[in-house]
Each structure stands twice: as structure tokens, then as C-alpha cells.
């Protein structure tokens, strides 16, 4: 007999967002994220300020979270947590906690894979996409091509080989000398640029996999060429300039999603990861998937970027199947697809 009510709290701390949501009956009660704002003055993030961060907010968060979901921790049917991939501390906080309260709550742990999560969180509101689909999934750390054939089973096909296109955009962003995460601020100032004013080169990789270390090379050379010629070149230039290199990283991801979307025969097509929020890439793949016939799914903002909402969806399916973890369990930071 099938049971009734399932609650599951769902933490995710792979980098430098602390988050708990809680999922009842596959319908997210909570989503509760506390971002890290002081990496901004490093230009980056920092891993054991991030981790120092986790420990301070994880408590607060998670009470937060059930509270919203106006439930007790007696309520929980289960605990899930971020295995991997991501930051080893930052992993490590959230994983140790879960461990600790599901033990202490005599209830199962899920172990769940930080990327499945990002692709599920195509479930997490209407539409929702059926199986089988393709993914891209793309954040600062990946860059994936995912035949997703079940909520649980899932097959990589193609990836980048080098840099993902969120750390691209995040490294073409400091150039430019904006704050940290940058990646926003040339989605913001591409919508007010030429997007054809300015050519650059684009890496060809056999078959489905990426490749972005080229293209952030050449924008480096060709900002110190064009301010040696004019030192207000930037600021002068600055929407066409984000708008053109915007516009190249965009064209080198739908040249692979056409081509993946030939390869398997399908004609379902989702978004996933923190850059599927960008405005330019989602008006340039609606554009596609209406000239193609795709059926095409994106999260809501929110739930492209690091969120627990999506850790709680995919634990939901892990408990279903009975696929659970226990406190040996270790935290994976480079955990494959």
C-alpha cells in the first residue's frame, strides 16, 4: 500500500546559495534561499566563505522552511540533501546536517544529484514535459546535453570540453570590470545593443560537446586591442558589446541543440541551470522551437538558478523508487552525470 502523505525537507548547499524546501505530496510548500553576497568583492566565489556561510545559515534556513511550510520536523517522511556536484565544504555542511537530523528523526536520507535536480525542476510547475526529452542544462560549472528518459534515468550526450558557458559569461563579464555574478549584466545591456556590431569567433567541436576557453580568449584580445585604440572603448560601446558576444555564446548553444534534437528524433525540448534564466537565450530558443514545431519547457526563473525546490522535487522521485542513503554516504564534488 502506497503511502499516503510524503514530506521530505530537501537541503542544497553545492556553492554559495544556503536553501531548504519542503516537498509535500510532489507540490513544493516551501523554497527558502539565502544567497552569499560577499563573494561579490572577490569577483568570485570563495570556497571557505562559502563554507563558513553554510554553517551560519542552515539552521535559520531550514527552520524557516518548515515554518512556511507550516510543518514540524516530526512531520518528515525523509531528509535529502545535495551529494555533488559542487564545492567540498560547502557539500559537506549540507550533507552533514541532514544526516544528523534524519538520524536523529529515525527517518530515510536521499542523496540527490545536483544536475537530475536541475533537469527536474521542469516538474516542478506547469507544463510539464513527458518522457523522453532533451535538456540543456547550463550553469557556471556545466554545460550538458541530457536525454532524459525517466525522472531517474538520465543519459549525457554531450558536454562542453573545457569552460561551461555560465563561466564564460561570468569571465567575459569581468573583463568588462562588472560585479560579480556578471553574467545578468550583459543579459541586461545585450537588450539595449546591435548584437551584429562586432564578430566573434566560434569553437567547432565534433559532435555534441561544447567548447568556450576559445571564445573568452578572443574577447580578451580584442577589448585590450580596441582600448589601446580607444580607452573609453567599453563604456562607450558597452550595450553592443554585450549584446554581440551575448548573441555568439547563444548561436554556439542552439547550433549543438539543433543538432542533438536531430540526432535523437525527438521534438521535446527543456531548459535548465542558472543561465536558462537569461533573456536573451530564451527569446532566441522560442524563436527555434516555433520554427522547428518543439515543444519547448522552462523553469520559472527562481528555479533555474540554485534553488532546494529542485533538490525536494528529485528526492521525491529517489523515495518513490526507494532509492535512499545512509550516514556513509560521501559527498561527491565532481559526481559524473
Known sequence: M??????????????????????????????????????EIYGGVVPELASRAHQQKIVPIVSQALKSANLTKEALHAVAFTRGPGLLGALLI???????????????????????????????????????FLCLTISGGHTQLVLVNSYTSMQLIGQTQDDAVGEAFDKIAKIMNFSYPGGPFIDHYAQQGNPHRFDFPTTIMPGLDFSFSGIKTAFLYFIRNNIQ?????????????????????????????????????????????????????????????????????????????????????????????????????????????
Open 2 to 39: 502506497q503511502q499516503k502523505n510524503i514530506n521530505i525537507l530537501a537541503i542544497e548547499s553545492s556553492c554559495d546559495e544556503t536553501a531548504a524546501a519542503v516537498i509535500c505530496n510532489e507540490k513544493i510548500a516551501s523554497n527558502v534561499i539565502a544567497s552569499q553576497s560577499i563573494h
Open 229 to 337: 585604440k580607444n580607452s573609453n572603448f567599453i563604456a562607450e560601446y558597452q550595450a553592443d558589446i554585450c549584446a554581440s558576444i551575448q548573441h555568439t555564446l547563444i548561436k554556439m548553444l542552439l547550433s549543438k541543440v539543433k543538432k542533438a534534437m536531430a540526432y535523437t528524433g525527438l521534438n521535446k525540448l527543456a531548459l535548465a541551470g542558472g543561465v536558462a534564466a537569461n533573456k536573451g537565450l530564451r527569446q532566441a530558443i522560442n524563436q527555434m522551437a516555433a520554427e522547428k514545431g518543439w515543444q519547448l519547457f522552462i523553469p520559472a526563473t527562481e528555479y533555474c538558478t540554485d534553488n532546494a525546490a529542485m533538490i525536494a522535487m528529485a528526492a521525491h522521485y529517489q523515495y518513490l523508487a526507494n532509492d535512499f542513503a545512509n550516514v556513509k554516504t560521501n559527498v561527491l564534488p565532481n559526481m559524473p552525470i
Open 94 to 132: 549540507g550533507a552533514c546536517f541532514a544526516k544528523s537530523l534524519a538520524l536523529g528523526l529515525g527517518i530515510p536520507l536521499v542523496a540527490v544529484h545536483h544536475m537530475h535536480a536541475h533537469v527536474l525542476a521542469n516538474f516542478i510547475e506547469d507544463p510539464q514535459p513527458t518522457f523522453p
